[in-house]
């Protein structure tokens, strides 16, 4: 006679096995790829502090309260009601900081986007059919890498006019030239593999090759280095409105609002901390992830 | 190396080549109206048409090209519309402070950042090599202008013992240097220890350890001129870092170079003084490649510029 029970208890018993056994393998992978998990975490928190800024900031973050500003017109220093403080026009730093994510991360990622995809459709085209097409694109990177980027990104917005828009716009379509190097660099090592050669023979024509057959075996690097190139872009929509050429007040964003603390320092020290460690919190949990995925994807050229 | 040096000349022409069309187009073609912002809102359209007519702004865009190549060729970087002096003369007389601006924090780069990449490389997986690390990645990760707030606040405002802003010292150039170089320095460190760690597992250090030299002399004799190759290669790169850097750390340290010049002209919207400096920051990095390249060439025999 049989205990029904056994084969339940077996079963609870692999399937208990099986989740130690995930359990395992992931903090196996987070042992071997800590910056993954930190970096992971702190881009994070990073989302949810964007999606959920209504909800998170305790008040309007383009309100000037009354009681923001003390008796004699100055800025008040962090307390209960303003956890951050306020700037001089009242308004609480922590809601700003709050919804500057939004903002950072609205640049940070369309910027990147587009670089991305203009970089590696001209790293693929050129790496894939060289010769005189290779030649140009090259020296069309070469182009774009001598200019000074930020200098070349402040030139362009200006004369296009300050807006989020065109912020992501100009840093996008001048940022693409390195993604290209790495992508040619890549496809240049692909196309020599057998199976785009098997793929090439059968009489597949260039470009199902280029977006079947290559594409797939390049997007590590490619992941890596858009991961990094958000916070970059993150650092270079801050430092462009901050110069007073990115992101326009009311609006707030972490670079007006150190552009402001730039101002009043002296008597609000508060605001250069708030955005600051924002700021900082944003590029560093990107480079963290960043780097984590290129010691995972690319375990050759990590450090 | 005759023929070398011939194809990389040829080839940074054309990159100058492209450099010219680039910021003739952004210059020329984008923004609104040139002639009516010389001219100012309230001026006829008359008067608009004849300044046009004046400038050729009413040719055919390659012919206004070509005569904008003619007048660079000749030196002449046109009129700033501010305050109508030579585009020129006007860069030139804060190119020296900038210059000095830019070593100084390439100094703070390579003084920083190399002993910590030997450090770290030497220490490889021990806890020097984490701090540094976690050092570098903070570094990479700070923004110019935040680090640079955050010193003047500290240790000029605070602590007074460094000047806010301006130039005219050497203790004017300490924190603008500092911030300017301190990310650059995060990237060496990098380079200087990957390159130094491949080095260390080469055959020749592993025969020299065997041979019983010591850590020191595998250190300095052996390895580093092989592992600063990569750093000199960077310096190239480094240049058009520094030169967009330079444009916010003159703005926050109130700093009298041409950085500060761009940024000025940009809110005045001083087109012809933006372009001119985009173009000849580009061309200084330009020129610098090359020299980079062929002391790369001076540094290691083994690279062969065929």
């Known amino acids: 006679m049989t205990n029904p029970n056994v084969s339940t208890v077996k079963a609870s018993a692999v399937s208990i096995q099986q989740q130690v056994k995930k359990r395992n393998k992931f903090s196996r992978f987070a042992r071997s790829y800590p910056l993954i998990i930190i970096g992971g975490i702190m881009v994070f928190t990073l989302a949810i502090m964007a999606v959920f800024a209504p909800v998170i900031a305790n008040h309007n973050p383009i309100t000037q309260y009354p009681e923001g500003l003390s008796d004699i017109g100055t800025p008040i220093e962090p307390n209960d009601n303003f956890i951050l403080g306020t700037d001089s026009l009242g308004r609480d730093a922590l809601s700003r900081v709050v919804h500057g994510s939004i903002v950072s991360l609205e640049v940070g990622i369309f910027a990147s986007l587009i670089s991305l995809i203009i970089g590696v459709f001209m790293g693929i085209v050129s790496g894939y059919f060289g010769s005189w097409i290779d030649m140009i694109i090259m020296r069309i990177t070469d182009t774009m890498l001598a200019f000074p980027f930020l200098l070349f990104v402040i030139a362009l917005v200006a004369v296009l006019k300050p807006s989020i828009t065109n912020v992501y716009i100009a840093i996008g379509i001048l940022g693409w030239a390195t993604m290209a190097r790495v992508v040619r660099a890549e496809v240049l090592k692909v196309k020599q593999l057998e199976y785009v050669q098997a793929a090439k023979a059968l009489g597949s024509s260039s470009f199902p090759i280029l977006f079947i057959e290559v594409l797939p075996n390049i997007m590590g690097p490619v992941i890596v280095m858009g991961t990094l190139a958000i916070g970059q872009n993150i650092m270079l929509e801050a430092a462009l409105s901050f110069l007073g050429i990115g992101v326009q007040p009311p609006t707030a964003s972490w670079g007006n609002m150190l552009q402001e603390g730039m101002r009043i320092y002296q008597i609000a020290p508060w605001m250069i901390y708030g955005p600051g460690i924002a700021l900082i919190w944003a590029t560093l949990g990107f480079n963290l992830l960043g780097d984590g995925l290129r010691d995972w994807l690319d375990p050759k050229t990590g450090r | ?306």
């Open chain 2, 1 to 306: 190396m005759f023929s070398y040096l011939i194809r990389r000349i040829v080839g940074a022409i054309v990159v100058l080549i492209g450099i010219s069309i680039i910021t003739f187009i952004i210059a020329y073609a984008v923004p609104g109206d040139p002639a009516r912002a010389i001219v100012g809102e309230k001026a006829s359209e008359e008067v608009v048409q004849q300044v046009r007519h004046e400038l050729g702004l009413d040719q055919p865009l390659y012919v206004q090209y070509f005569a904008y190549i003619n007048r660079l060729l000749h030196g002449d970087f046109g009129f700033s519309y501010y305050n109508n002096q030579p585009v020129l003369d006007l860069v030139l007389s804060r190119l020296k402070d900038t210059a000095l601006l830019a070593f100084s924090g390439w100094t703070v780069e390579i003084l920083i950042g190399i002993p910590l990449g030997i450090l770290s490389a030497v220490y490889n997986r021990k806890i020097a090599d984490y701090i540094i690390s976690v050092l570098s990645i903070i570094g990479i990760s700070l923004p110019v202008f935040w680090f640079g707030m955050w010193l003047i606040y500290n240790v000029a405002f605070k602590m007074g013992i460094l000047p806010i802003g301006g130039s005219g010292s050497i203790m004017h150039l300490i924190l603008p240097a500092l911030t300017l170089g301190i990310a650059g320095a995060a990237y060496y460190q990098r380079l200087v220890k990957s390159s130094m760690v491949d080095v260390y597992n080469q055959d020749y250090i592993r025969t020299a350890k065997a041979n019983g030299a010591s850590p020191l002399r595998i250190t300095f004799k052996h390895s580093l001129r092989n592992g600063i190759i990569p750093a000199v290669t960077y310096a190239g790169m480094d240049i058009a870092f520094l030169l967009g850097g330079v444009v916010v750390t003159e703005t926050v340290f109130n700093y009298p170079g041409v950085g500060q010049l761009a940024m000025q002209s940009i809110q005045r919207l001083d087109v012809p003084v933006i372009m001119a400096t985009v173009l000849l920051a580009a061309i200084i990095v330009v020129v610098v490649n090359i020299i980079v390249d062929l002391l790369y060439f001076l540094i290691d025999p083994r690279i062969s510029l065929t």
